[in-house]
Structures are given as structure tokens and as C-alpha cells.
């Protein structure tokens, strides 16, 4: 009973520190439709507003809401500094009780910084702890470079942010973009191109209209 | 830094504006070839004629005096000798409590009580100095407005009630001037001075960018910056162009890209470059690097290089929100982003100040408790972040030629006046709300040191006046909210043609 007991042990434990991480279920990639998308004919579309954009970006990546985004590490951005610029409202102080109704020229650029900081602290943990990684796991590495951008993981990758942001499988248009961008960075200066790509890819999902707009 | 004694730039101060006019070469065609280009015939439906004005834009700054600013109470005050035997009964001042201000029509209350209402603090005012500073860039028009209710009042004050298409006064301004200005019109007031108007054929840039909190605002003005982990602004931009092109042309794009809302979503994507190729989250940031609670460095962040001279000006813009507005205007001129901008106190009380209230709750609309202490208290409030502001905007070039000031108007918006009446001889009483008042307009461009109107001094009723002519007129006491309007927009020089509001060439100087 007990040597079961230690044999379990040690095999949860060699699957926990040896093991590489599984990288995503591939993704089932659609064909981009070249025509024969019709245009909405009332267009009636909204944008998510601080409460349920946060919601939303904090459950694609598995983080508590807090950790979304903060400046100066301790205001919240949407439900603090930033919430009127998208769409909250603010009875108490200057007696906003109602929302605008319509984005402003300030929105998407704080739609960008709660994009860009939930996806810094989620590739920060990924990267940080593979075994347990949420998004970017099972991407082999060349110390700080991917190691195969033509590989199998990127849009195992993708496909997995795609599913987790925008509720689908991604189109092999967004597919190729994405592991474009890999290549760009790859051959840009920067000194992390794994991270930027991971970060950047992840920043771009977030940041997009399909995932802000309903 | 100031202007001489004639006005005049120093050398020293004209050499840093043509500077600055050479630095901004690269945005002048947005500023001058597009204004032209964009006149189009819709322009002249909306009565814009651009090539009428003179390429160089002009200021609004709209003090939104929330609760009823009184004009009996400042500039118009009336002597109980002068009110004869209603004096009592009235809302008349003892005759030592109202100043002359020499060689003006002005006049200026002084007055002291020893508490608040029920708010233990000892007022102690006087709008003698500030009168005599600058009343020959005053002018007071005196008014009949059309509602008592507070939000609804405060609106027509700035739509004129609906004299010109149902558009704010901010929104003229910002459609005739904030061609290229990447914020045309922020608003930072409450209520029915935060309101849009109803004008929905203007173009998206005229309506007000909503600013609730001044001091951190700044930190939306770039997508990236001061996020701690985040990539390289190259980074950035490449991600930026891959979602912008998979955006335009994925499935979700050409379902809805026709719709209001991502054809609004795409032109702001743009309006945001401009704001981060300016650097405005650095430019208008006005708090300093303070860590632990502001830890800006940390974040790669730094203050204004105007930072600490406006934390001098306004000490309190950490506590009190009308001076940390009154900061943000002033860098919002002086970095060309705004044409128009609104601010003024809110109804919530803010501890702070030299005696421990910034401003009393309800803000004017405390005289319901205490008139005399309350209206005094506010104005008080109100010309001193006035006096700070226009001293900044004075000593700020706008050219060679001319300062900030000389090409600003500065609008003191209210809802409405107060009742008129008190117990016998009371000293504090309360007031309601009264449709008849008056507003005050400061500016250079302003007819100067002038009263249109006036007051009977037996009823302390405002009478109205022809905006045309600037005639008094005793006995009239209609509503002229559309004159108002026309005056704040005929005295900055607009374009007015096809709008069908009044003459009002009475407010020009």
C-alpha cells in the first residue's frame, strides 16, 4: 500500500518536473472566405464597456480581474482611472449617470493598455512556470528564441488564444499572420523574440475588434 | 515668464515661440491645408466658412459654475441705500459691503461671516483685487434663463438653449478652430455642463472627451507606456499593424465594418497615434514622481516639464479635482490639443484648503443653507483658480505677437440665479432658484469693462439689454439664453453665417 503509495508519488512528481508541457490541441483552422460575407445590414454593434471587457480578458487568460491592469501598480484601469473613457459611468464624483453610449478618441488606446498588461503578466507566468502554463505552453525554445517558427506549435498556440478570446477556431489567415509575426520578430533586434511574440500575438487577440465590440 | 508692460513678447520669449512655431511646421498642413481642404458643402450647411477665419486658432475655456452663480452677488451687487424700502427684504448688501471698482461699472462684494451654514469655518472674501485686475477683460451680460432645474439650466447654458442646432458652445468652437487638434474638446465639468448637445451631423472630434479624474487621465493619452513587462514599442507597432489588417478583413469586419460604431472605432485608432506621437501621457501629466503611492519612474514614466510650476500654481490639485483641472486646461492650450475645454467644481464636498474645505456641498447650490456665505465662499473659489489661470495664459506665447490669453475666451457658465428675498435684514438666509441672472465673459476679445444690462435696484432684478447695440433696456426681462451664445461666439471671431442666431456685436471689443 505504502510503495503504491510512493510509486504514484514519484510518477506525478516525474510528470510534473521532467515531462515537457503539452502545447495546445491543434486547431481546427478555417478557410478565410475570400467573398460572400454579408455586411450586417443594421451593424447594431456595442462595445463591451470597463466591466465586461475586463471580465471577459480575464477569463480568456485565467487571471483574477485585479490582475488585468493596474497603473502604478495599484489603480485599477478599468474600474478606476480609465472607466469612463470605456463607457462606465460616475455618479458620485462629476454625476456621469449615464453612459455615453459611443467609444472616444482615448478608448482604444486603453483598450491597448489593458490588452498589453493582462498579456505581460500572462506570458510572464507562462513563461515562468511551463508545467503549468495557461496559453503559451509546449513552445520549444532557443534560449530567448522560438526555436521552429514553421513548427506545429504556433498555431497550436494561436489556436488556443484564438478559442480562448474570440470563443472559435481561428481562420488560416490569422494562422499565417500570426506565425509572420514570428518571423518578424525574429529577425528584428529585439532581445527577446519569444516573449515579444507571445506578448505581441496575445495583444493583438485581446486588442482586436471582434474581441471588444459584440 | 510674463509679457512686458506693453504686451509685448521679450526677445527671449519670441525666440522660444518661433521655435515652437518651427517645431510644429510638420503638423501645419493638418492645421491650416486641411481646414481648407475640408470645406466642403457641408461645412457651409453647418455654417463654417473657414477661409473667413484666420488660420490660427482660438480658446474656449468654459468655467462651469455648477449650482447658480449668482451676479447680485459679485459684479452687480446692489446697496441697500440704493433699493430704498424693500432694501430689507431683499437680497441688498450693506453699503460698505459693496466696492466700487474705479473707472468701471463693476462692482465688488466684500463680505465676512463666521461660519459656513452649518459648516463651522469663518468666510472671509473680497472680489475688490480681482475686479480691478481685470476688469477691462470683463464684460457681464445680464440674463432671463428658461428652467430652474439644475441639469437642464446648466445645458442651456452652453447650447444657448439649442440656439444653433442644439451644438454646445464648445462644439462651435471646437468645429470652427480643432481642425488637427487631437482632443478638440475635453470636458471636465458635471451635470448638464458635461452634457453633448444635439447637433448629430457634426463630425465625431467635436464632441467632448469626457475627463473625470485630471490627474491621471493622462496615462490613457499611450497604449504602451508606463505598463510594466510589456514590449518594446516596435513590438508593439508590429502587433498593432497585424491586428489592424486580419481586423479590416476578417469575417467580423466585413460583417460590421460599415457600422457606426467600427467606422467611429478605426478613425480613433488613428486620433490615438497622434496622441502618443505627441507624447502627451509625458506633456500633460501634472503629478509628480512620488513613490511609493505615485511611483512614475518605476513605470517609465515622468512628470511635465511644466509639472512642478503648476503643482506651485495649484497646490491642491491632489485633493481638490477643480485645480487639478484647472492644470490640465492650461497644458491642453499650451500643447494645442484642445480648442475648447470645460471645467468647474462638482456638488461633493472636498476637504482641503487653508481652513479645511475646498468647496462646500452642492458647491453655489449651498446657498439653500447659507446664500450670503455660500455665493461668496464660491465666487471666491471660482476668481481664484480664475486669477491662476489667466496669469499662466498670459505668460504663455501663443506666437511671436500674442500670449495664450489674447486668443482665449473664458466663459463663466452658471445655472441660474437665486431668489431674491430674505427675512428682514437677515444676514443668512437661504435662497431658491431664479431664472433671472447674469454671466461674465472675460477675454482680450471681449468688449472690456462693460456691463450689457442691469439692475433695478428696487426688485435687484437683472433687466436685459439689445445684443446688438448693447443698450440698456429697464423692463425687459425676457428670455435671451440665444444671445448669450451668439455674444461668447461674435466676440471670438466665429463664423456665424447660416446659423441664425441673434446679432450680438454688443460683446465684441
Keep these: 500500500m505504502f510503495r503504491n503509495a510512493l510509486m504514484t508519488l514519484s510518477v506525478v512528481t516525474a510528470g510534473c518536473f521532467c515531462a515537457p508541457p503539452a502545447p495546445p490541441p491543434p486547431p481546427q483552422v478555417m478557410e478565410s472566405p475570400d467573398a460572400g460575407v454579408g455586411a450586417s445590414a443594421r451593424g447594431n454593434l456595442r462595445f463591451k464597456g470597463p466591466e465586461r471587457l475586463v471580465n471577459d480578458v480575464a477569463a480568456a487568460l485565467e487571471l483574477r480581474a485585479d490582475q488585468v491592469c493596474t497603473e502604478l501598480g495599484q489603480y485599477q484601469c478599468a474600474g478606476q482611472v480609465h472607466n469612463v473613457a470605456l463607457g462606465g459611468v460616475d455618479p458620485y464624483g462629476p454625476g456621469l449617470y449615464e453612459p455615453s453610449g459611443i467609444t472616444a478618441v482615448t478608448t482604444p488606446l486603453v483598450v491597448d493598455r489593458i490588452a498589453l498588461s493582462a498579456c505581460a503578466r500572462r506570458v510572464d507566468a507562462d513563461l515562468a512556470t511551463p508545467q503549468t502554463a495557461v496559453v503559451f505552453r509546449g513552445v520549444p525554445l532557443n534560449g530567448k528564441k522560438l526555436a521552429n517558427a514553421d513548427g506545429a506549435e504556433l498555431p497550436a498556440v494561436i489556436g488556443e488564444l484564438t478559442r480562448r478570446v474570440l470563443l472559435r477556431e481561428p481562420y488560416d489567415r490569422e494562422v499565417s499572420r500570426y506565425v509572420q509575426l514570428a518571423k518578424e520578430l525574429d529577425a528584428s533586434t529585439e532581445a527577446e523574440p519569444a516573449r515579444a511574440w507571445m506578448q505581441a500575438v496575445c495583444f493583438a487577440v485581446v486588442s482586436s475588434t471582434e474581441s471588444v465590440f459584440y | 515668464m510674463s509679457l512686458r508692460s506693453n504686451g509685448r513678447l521679450s526677445r527671449r520669449q519670441a525666440l522660444k515661440a518661433l521655435s515652437l512655431a518651427a517645431a510644429g511646421t510638420s503638423l501645419s498642413p493638418l492645421l491650416s491645408g486641411c481646414r481648407n481642404a475640408l470645406v466642403t458643402e457641408e461645412d457651409v450647411e453647418r455654417g463654417v466658412r473657414r477661409d473667413a477665419l484666420d488660420g490660427k486658432p482660438r480658446f474656449l475655456i468654459t468655467i462651469a459654475a455648477a449650482g447658480g452663480a449668482s451676479i447680485i452677488d459679485s459684479f452687480l451687487a446692489v446697496r441697500a441705500s440704493e433699493a430704498g424700502s424693500n432694501a430689507a427684504r431683499l437680497n441688498t448688501f450693506p453699503d460698505s459691503a459693496v466696492q466700487a471698482v474705479s473707472g468701471s461699472p463693476f462692482r465688488a462684494v466684500r463680505y465676512m461671516g463666521p461660519r459656513l451654514g452649518a459648516i463651522p469655518i469663518a468666510v472671509n472674501t473680497n472680489q475688490l483685487a480681482f475686479a480691478q485686475k481685470y476688469r477691462d477683460d470683463m464684460l457681464v451680460a445680464t440674463s432671463t434663463g428658461t428652467s430652474v432645474n439644475h441639469v437642464i439650466a446648466q445645458k ?354
Design chain 2, 156 to 509: 442651456r447654458a452652453i447650447t444657448g438653449n439649442a440656439a444653433w442646432k442644439g451644438r454646445t458652445l464648445q462644439e462651435a468652437v471646437a468645429l470652427q478652430w480643432g481642425q488637427g487638434f487631437p482632443l478638440p474638446n475635453v470636458n471636465m465639468a458635471v451635470g448638464g455642463f458635461a452634457e453633448r448637445g444635439t447637433d448629430g451631423s457634426l463630425p465625431a472630434s467635436c464632441y467632448a472627451e469626457t475627463v473625470t479624474g485630471p490627474s491621471l487621465w493622462p496615462l490613457g493619452l499611450d497604449g504602451a507606456k508606463g505598463i510594466r513587462g510589456a514590449p518594446s514599442r516596435d513590438v508593439v507597432e508590429l502587433a498593432r499593424r497585424a491586428r489592424n489588417e486580419l481586423d479590416d478583413g476578417s469575417v467580423f469586419g466585413r460583417t460590421f465594418g460599415g457600422s457606426d460604431a467600427l467606422t467611429r472605432w478605426r478613425t480613433q485608432r488613428a486620433d490615438g497615434a497622434k496622441l502618443e506621437v505627441q507624447d502627451l501621457i509625458t506633456k500633460l501629466n501634472v503629478i509628480p514622481d512620488m513613490p511609493p503611492q505615485i511611483p512614475l519612474s518605476q513605470y517609465g514614466l515622468s512628470s511635465s516639464p511644466d509639472g512642478a510650476r503648476l503643482r506651485q500654481v495649484f497646490p491642491e490639485f491632489f485633493t481638490d479635482p477643480f485645480e487639478a483641472q484647472a492644470a490640465l486646461a492650461f497644458l491642453l492650450l499650451k500643447h494645442r490639443v484642445s480648442v475648447a475645454v470645460t471645467i468647474g467644481p462638482d456638488f461633493n464636498v472636498t476637504v482641503g484648503g487653508p481652513n479645511g474645505i475646498a468647496n462646500p456641498p452642492l458647491a453655489f447650490d449651498y446657498s439653500h443653507n447659507d446664500h450670503r456665505g455660500g455665493q461668496a465662499y464660491m465666487w471666491a473659489r471660482i476668481l481664484g483658480i480664475i486669477d491662476r489661470l489667466v496669469t499662466l495664459l498670459k505668460a504663455e506665447p501663443f506666437d511671436a505677437t500674442e500670449s495664450l490669453w489674447d486668443r482665449t475666451m473664458l466663459y463663466v457658465a452658471t445655472d441660474f440665479g437665486r431668489t431674491r428675498g430674505r427675512p428682514d435684514n437677515a444676514m443668512e438666509f437661504g435662497t431658491g432658484h431664479d431664472l433671472n441672472n447674469g454671466f461674465l465673459l472675460m477675454s482680450p476679445m471681449v468688449k472690456g469693462n462693460t456691463v450689457l444690462g442691469g439692475v433695478d435696484a428696487a426688485t435687484t432684478m437683472a433687466y436685459g439689454f439689445d445684443p446688438r447695440t448693447g443698450q440698456a433696456q429697464p423692463g425687459k426681462f425676457v428670455s435671451n439664453e440665444p444671445d448669450i451664445y451668439s455674444g461668447v461666439l461674435t466676440a471670438m471671431g466665429a463664423d456665424l453665417s447660416g446659423s441664425g442666431l441673434p446679432d450680438a456685436s454688443a460683446f465684441k471689443g
